[in-house]
Nanobody
């Protein structure tokens, strides 16, 4: 089973940028999709993006389209989430999750992802 660890979170001012990393160990990420999810304080978890590791199909939540970019580096078994023009509404714990297969049009169903990282916290504040 693949093991995931997120990194790159921190405190950033509104309008700033952060780049999150999700690094895998254990099984290969070939033919695996990686979902990014986030959970704001006091709210439920929501999907942010899904990237198919092999063919790079990528989906984004409407709330982050045009601001966030998911990418991958196969040689490092790492998936990235570049987050630009951050706002206070982007504050939360960010998680990556893995599931065999490709990103389907409905990609943000948490129960479909068996492997999760522990999360990294992003705080957008003055």
């Amino acid at each position: 089973q693949v093991r995931l660890v997120e990194s790159g979170g921190g405190l950033v001012r509104p309008g700033g940028s952060l780049k999150l990393s999700c690094t895998a160990s254990g099984d290969t990420l070939d033919y695996t999709r990686i979902g990014w999810f986030r959970q704001a304080p006091g709210k439920g978890r929501e999907g942010v993006s899904c990237i198919s590791y092999t063919d790079s199909t990528i989906y984004y939540a409407d709330s982050v389209k045009g601001r966030f970019t998911a990418s991958r580096d196969a040689s490092k078994k790492t998936v990235y989430l570049q987050m630009n023009r951050l706002t206070a509404e982007d504050t939360g714990d960010y998680f990556c999750a893995a599931e065999p297969g490709f990103c389907p049009p409905i990609w943000d169903l948490e129960h479909e992802y068996p492997s999760w990282g522990p999360g990294t916290r992003v705080t957008v504040s003055d």
